[in-house]
């Protein structure tokens, strides 16, 4: 396990903890045998589905009907690593049970072609290198990426969440919230993240050093001079700013 520093637009840096590399392959293990077990219940479907069709050998529609149906059913097992990402906020079925996930290297939520380069390589990584590349790369390097995650500017982190911020920056405010910081419209949605992220580390680690500068850092870029608890305030940001969002 090493802890990472990732500096912000804020001038503020984040700590991160990457994962042992056994939680990483526990991780692949169960993300693996889903995906054969998915293999396993639809093969023996089709298998029974053409069992039981009655026509002649040289059926040729339903041959072609049978081929056709055999290569969309593989499309879920190409994809599963990508679709899971991008829905379940970097994780996978098994990041998600050992408590992984995959962020960009500047703290925040990665972009949907992060994603998609980091699943690209994912063969180079494991299949085609039997996976001596994905391994070697996770362990040796200095952050502990595999290459897809070097060419895509993402890391693997732990996640151990405790507090009520949803995985997203936006969520349902009560009817009659009222905002308080309108300026925060000035931020950009990674910034939002990079504040949910403080919060949430603020709470995982009992250290609010890092959210009293990012709070009087904010306040310097936004020209607030009302006095706010540094915590409160970055928790009224976060409800603003959907406030705000929703509002548009």
Same mark, same amino acid.
Request: no cysteine.
């Given at each position: /396990?090493?802890?990472?520093?990732?500096?912000?637009?804020?001038?503020? *840096?984040?700590?991160?903890?990457?994962?042992?590399?056994?939680?990483?392959?526990?991780?692949?293990?169960?993300?693996?045998?889903?995906?054969?077990?998915?293999?396993?219940?639809?093969?023996?479907?089709?298998?029974?589905?053409?069992?039981?069709? #009655?026509?002649?050998?040289?059926?040729?529609?339903?041959?072609?009907? /049978? &081929?056709?149906?055999?290569?969309?059913?593989?499309?879920? /097992?190409?994809?599963?690593?990508?679709?899971?990402?991008?829905?379940?906020?970097?994780?996978?079925?098994?990041? %998600?049970?050992?408590? $992984?996930?995959?962020?960009?290297?500047?703290?925040?939520?990665?972009?949907?072609?992060?994603?998609?380069?980091?699943?690209? $390589?994912?063969?180079?990584?494991?299949?085609?290198?039997?996976?001596?590349?994905?391994?070697?790369?996770?362990?040796?390097?200095? #952050?502990?990426?595999?290459?897809?995650?070097?060419?895509?500017?993402?890391?693997?982190?732990?996640? %151990?969440? *405790?507090?009520?911020?949803?995985?997203?920056?936006?969520? *349902?405010?009560?009817?009659?919230?009222?905002?308080?910081?309108?300026?925060?419209?000035?931020?950009?949605?990674?910034?939002?993240?990079?504040?949910?992220?403080?919060?949430?580390?603020?709470?995982?680690?009992?250290?609010?050093?890092?959210?009293?500068?990012? &709070?009087?850092?904010?306040?310097?870029?936004?020209?607030?001079?009302?006095?706010?608890?540094?915590?409160?305030?970055?928790?009224?940001?976060? %409800?603003?700013?959907?406030?705000?969002?929703?509002?548009?």
């Amino acid at each position: /396990m090493e802890k990472i520093k990732i500096p912000t637009s804020f001038n503020i *840096e984040l700590d991160f903890e990457t994962p042992e590399f056994h939680k990483r392959l526990f991780a692949w293990v169960i993300d693996l045998v889903i995906i054969f077990t998915y293999y396993v219940i639809t093969t023996n479907i089709m298998q029974q589905f053409s069992t039981a069709h #009655k026509s002649a050998d040289n059926d040729l529609p339903f041959l072609y009907n /049978m &081929s056709a149906v055999s290569l969309l059913l593989i499309v879920p /097992m190409l994809v599963y690593h990508l679709f899971f990402e991008v829905v379940m906020n970097g994780q996978s079925i098994g990041k %998600k049970l050992i408590g $992984i996930k995959v962020i960009g290297e500047d703290g925040g939520r990665p972009a949907l072609h992060q994603y998609l380069i980091r699943w690209l $390589i994912r063969p180079f990584d494991f299949i085609v290198s039997f996976f001596l590349v994905g391994l070697l790369t996770a362990v040796l390097s200095k #952050k502990n990426q595999r290459l897809g995650d070097m060419a895509a500017g993402t890391l693997v982190i732990k996640t %151990k969440i *405790e507090t009520n911020i949803d995985d997203t920056v936006f969520f *349902e405010l009560e009817d009659e919230y009222k905002p308080r910081f309108p300026s925060v419209m000035r931020l950009s949605d990674r910034d939002m993240n990079i504040i949910k992220t403080v919060l949430s580390n603020s709470a995982r680690y009992n250290n609010f050093d890092v959210a009293g500068r990012l &709070s009087e850092k904010i306040r310097t870029v936004l020209n607030i001079t009302e006095d706010v608890e540094p915590i409160e305030f970055l928790q009224t940001l976060l %409800k603003d700013y959907n406030y705000f969002s929703n509002k548009e």
